[in-house]
Each structure stands twice: as C-alpha cells, then as structure tokens.
C-alpha cells in the first residue's frame, strides 16, 4: 500500500509541475511520520523516502533513534516549538520550519551547535488560530536575524485554511511566492529564502503550481496501511 501511495503522489507532483513547466526535481515530498508507528516509518525510509518530518520534539526524537542506521535521512521539525524544548531538539534536525518569533531565534541561536536551516512562518490569511508573522511583518523580522549566524533562512512555510477552494488555495501559496521572491531580491547571505514550504496531502498540487519547492504530506502516504 506504501509503495502504491507513493507513486501515486510522484504521479501528482509531476503533473503539476509540467502544467506549471517545472522540473519535478525541484520539488522535495516530505514524509510526515506523526501519525504512524516506527515501524511503518522505518518501511519509508526502506523504500528509499530521505526526508521525514514530525510535529513534536519528543516523537521526532524517537524516530530518528529508531531509524538511526538511514544516515542520509534529513529531519525536519514541523510544529511549532516550545523555547524550552529548543536545547534538546535543534542539533537533531535539519530543518525548522516554524521559526515564529524573535525570542525562539534567540534561544536557537543560543543552543544550536550548527547552523538550521530555518523556514519563517507566515500566517497569510490572518486566522487566529494559526502561528506566524503577518506579511508585513516579516521583512522586518528576518533583518533583524543579521547577526544570528546559527541561524539561514533558506526560506518561508505557510498552512492554507483548511477546506478551503481551489481559487483561495491559489491567493493564499501566490502571496507566499511573491513574498519569498521579495526577500529573496534583498540578497542577504544569511537569509537566501529560496524555497517555499507550503502544501499538504489534500492541497498540495496547487501549492506546487505556485512554486512550493517543499511539501509536507502525510494522510496521503499512509491512506490503507
């Protein structure tokens, strides 16, 4: 059932990048493990799956000890994260993908061992539900990342509402693209900001077609396993 998922949701990345007239390539599928065990995990990474995500510290944690022998798995830190989890968490990762605040930037520059490569959140449509900057806030935050060199942003992550249409799906991932471009125009070497982390299992094609370069897909993956 894995394998057929799998080559199912390829199928679909690569649709929508040729109506868009992208490489395929310059899309990675995250696999989100947060809702299965470790052994189902451990058959991704057999297939040959190299990027997996999980929305909490302690199951990320987890799996990687568990999955420990794929050393060319990248892991990536999804939920948004607690200050006081930062020390136990952000030397096992790769990617960050929920960098929400000036004063999580600080404790991940204090902790951190290495540079993260860091998505800035960005709550688009303004739900209070939702974490992240507004867009006209993020400017301002990731200049006033200069001087954290623990710190990359190599890019933005945003969540659509959910249920949302198709034409809102595409205002919401178009207004994340031109935001990245923006900052990506100001050639910071500490923030290139050139990919786009956006689009899960039930609206990923969409994001795709307005240029994410990351998607986040779990319910997809794991349908009837």
Not at 43 to 69: F, H, Q, T
Not at 102 to 113: F, G, P
Request: glycine share 4%; hydrophobic share 45%; net charge negative.
């Amino acid at each position: 059932m894995l394998v057929d998922n799998l080559e199912k949701i390829n199928q679909e990345i690569q649709l929508a990048c040729q109506k868009v007239a992208r490489s395929d390539s310059d899309v990675t599928m995250i696999a989100v493990t947060k809702s299965v065990e470790k052994h189902i995990a451990e058959e991704l990474a057999e297939l040959g799956i190299e990027n997996m995500a999980e929305n909490r510290v302690d199951k990320l944690l987890e799996k990687k000890m568990a999955l420990k022998n794929f050393s060319s798995i990248k892991w990536h830190l999804i939920g948004n994260l607690q200050r006081r989890k930062v020390k136990s968490i952000i030397n096992e990762i790769d990617y960050f993908h929920a960098l929400d605040s000036l004063k999580l930037a600080e404790e991940i520059q204090k902790r951190a061992e290495k540079q993260i490569s860091c998505f800035v959140e960005v709550n688009i449509t303004g739900e209070e539900s939702k974490h992240g900057f507004k867009s006209d806030e993020v400017i301002e935050f990731i200049h006033q990342l200069a001087t954290f060199d623990r710190i990359k942003v190599v890019g933005l992550m945003t969540m659509a509402p959910l249920d949302a249409s198709d034409q809102v799906l595409h205002e919401v991932f178009s207004k994340l693209k031109k935001l990245q471009l923006a900052i990506n125009n100001h050639h910071l070497s500490y923030a290139p900001c050139t990919e786009l982390s956006m689009g899960m299992s039930n609206d990923f094609p969409i994001a795709i077609e307005e240029g994410a370069t990351f998607v986040r897909i779990g319910t997809a993956i794991f349908r009837g396993a």
